[in-house]
């Protein structure tokens, strides 16, 4: 394991590197467009995973525009979603500043809100608000953090407002971690009080890691909360065939 978690961590580093470089090179023919943003942080995402050491499973029709929403298991999810589909996320304040990481995200987009603030919340709408209006979807975790996969904590309604108002389709998306020695989802997810770079080593060391990934119909809602609600609800039901899915798999 931690011979495999050495050689993914330089893989990592050297993969990182290489992205950043690519932006740049990108930036000397001039500024880049919000959607070309989208768009580069994509094509870094598949490369990302292979570093890693992550499969990656989906189904579902890919959404083209409009808001996504999801589960969050950890800071992986960002990796894994960005390397299915183009897309903007919205993430908390604190990631901006980690090392690397932090850099990446902005470089894509990214956008950063500060969940304790009014304020930090109201220009993070009117921002949505903006990018809903191209041709990469914006992806949020209304659950406002990362949880150990065993349950949903109620999403959070606020930021659906910009989809609302704007009429853009909602999409729900469910992600689900599927370890092959039948290593318990929650090991590798990332909440309460773990350590980023502990946990990062312990991913990096996993063997047979697959991200499996769920989309469902887009929607367009009238109420904020009852897009967070019905949402809520889809990802919850294609949690639950997720795990009804492996359990048969495994048996």
Request: charged fraction near 20%.
């Amino acid at each position: 394991m931690k011979i495999r978690a050495f050689r993914r961590a330089v893989a990592l580093g050297f993969t990182l590197a290489l992205c950043m470089v690519r932006y740049w090179l990108l930036r000397l023919r001039g500024p880049l467009s919000m959607d070309e943003r989208g768009l580069y942080g994509h094509s870094c995402g598949q490369p990302l995973m292979s570093a890693l050491g992550i499969r990656l499973r989906y189904s579902g029709e890919l959404p083209a525009g409009g808001l996504v929403v999801s589960n969050h298991l950890s800071y992986i999810d960002v990796l894994i979603y960005g390397a299915i589909i183009p897309c903007f996320f919205v993430a908390k304040a604190e990631i901006s500043g980690w090392p690397f990481f932090g850099m990446f995200a902005r470089s894509g987009g990214t956008l950063f809100v500060d969940r304790s603030s009014r304020a930090s919340a109201e220009q993070v709408s009117r921002e949505i608000a903006e990018r809903l209006e191209g041709t990469v979807p914006v992806l949020m975790f209304p659950e406002g953090t990362s949880t150990d996969g065993s349950r949903l904590l109620r999403f959070r309604s606020r930021l659906f407002t910009p989809a609302i108002e704007g009429g853009a389709p909602v999409t729900a998306a469910a992600i689900r971690y599927v370890i092959e020695d039948g290593t318990p989802e929650r090991e590798l997810c990332w909440f309460g009080d773990d350590a980023f770079l502990p946990h990062l080593w312990k991913a990096l060391g996993t063997a047979g890691f697959t991200a499996e990934v769920t989309f469902g119909e887009p929607r367009v809602y009238t109420s904020r909360r009852a897009a967070a609600d019905a949402t809520q609800a889809e990802v919850e039901a294609m949690r639950s065939q997720e795990v009804q899915e492996v359990l048969e798999r495994v048996s």
